[in-house]
């Protein structure tokens, strides 16, 4: 079945700090890749998306790009905010599942001014 | 409407009660999701609607969980005689189709804290 692994948090830097959060997955075929981010007391939203290889999604000044090769959707953003504070889901569509989410469990950042 | 809502945002019930939890998806949008989120389980899949039809109720727990979607909108979410690892917060989502590329992002509503003393 599907699966994503993602680093364990918890993540804690400095403003203004470079940022990675690794994400691999196992999946047959060509799963769509997302990140979703969870703000404090609110609900999961969409940060970014790619659903092919070799795509780069982005927002926010974060980015992620597909790599089918080694099947990764690492996070990055090259200076972190106090407001991105959050946690962080890597999940997928895809490999014999077309609408059923799999999530990884989640890494949580925490931006220090 | 502007995104998913759900309703009620809090529920605190006793164990063995029943419990119903409402999800109004984004207008349109033709796939809705349920979802769980708990602290040991993470997040997990429960049911699947397309239309009204619900393909893929797998992610269900157990026969006291059911859900049903009228009119191709709003989906209700029941528990039947409540336990306590029932507690989580409860994610409904809804895409524009499902599988498609491109249009079967799911967009989450806000939840529902389900408190099971």
């Known amino acids: 079945g599907n699966s994503v692994t993602q680093m364990e948090g918890p993540v804690t830097l400095s403003e203004e700090a470079f940022l990675t959060i690794n994400c691999t997955y196992t999946?047959?075929?060509?799963?769509?890749l997302f990140w979703y981010v969870q703000y404090p007391g609110e609900g999961l939203q969409l940060l970014l998306k790619?659903?092919?290889?070799?795509d780069k999604g982005s927002n926010k000044g974060f980015e992620a790009t597909y790599r089918k090769e080694t099947t990764s959707f690492h996070l990055e953003k090259g200076s972190v905010q106090v407001s991105d504070s959050a946690v962080y889901f890597c999940?997928?569509?895809?490999?014999?599942?077309?609408?059923?989410?799999?999530f990884g469990k989640g890494t949580l950042l925490t931006v220090n001014p | 409407g502007a995104g998913v809502s759900q309703s009620p945002s809090n529920k605190v019930t006793e164990k063995g009660k029943d419990v119903e939890l409402r999800c109004d998806p984004i207008?349109?949008?033709?796939?809705l999701y349920w979802y769980r989120q708990s602290l040991g389980q993470g997040l997990e899949f429960l049911i699947y609607?397309?239309?009204?039809?619900?393909?893929?109720k797998s992610g269900l727990p157990s026969d006291r969980f059911s859900a049903e979607r009228t009119g191709g909108s709003v989906s209700t979410l029941t528990i039947q005689r409540t336990q306590q690892e029932d507690s989580a917060v409860y994610l409904c989502?809804?895409?524009?189709?499902?599988?498609?590329?491109?249009?079967?992002?799911?967009?989450f509503g806000p939840g529902t804290r389900l408190t099971v003393l």
């Open positions: 989502a809804s895409s524009f189709l499902a599988g498609g590329r491109g249009m079967d992002t799911q967009y």
């Open positions: 790619a659903t092919k290889a070799d």
């Open positions: 207008s349109g949008h033709t796939a």
């Open positions: 609607f397309q239309g009204n039809s619900a393909p893929d």
């Open positions: 999946a047959t075929g060509y799963p769509s």
């Open positions: 999940a997928l569509i895809g490999g014999g599942s077309n609408y059923k989410l799999t």
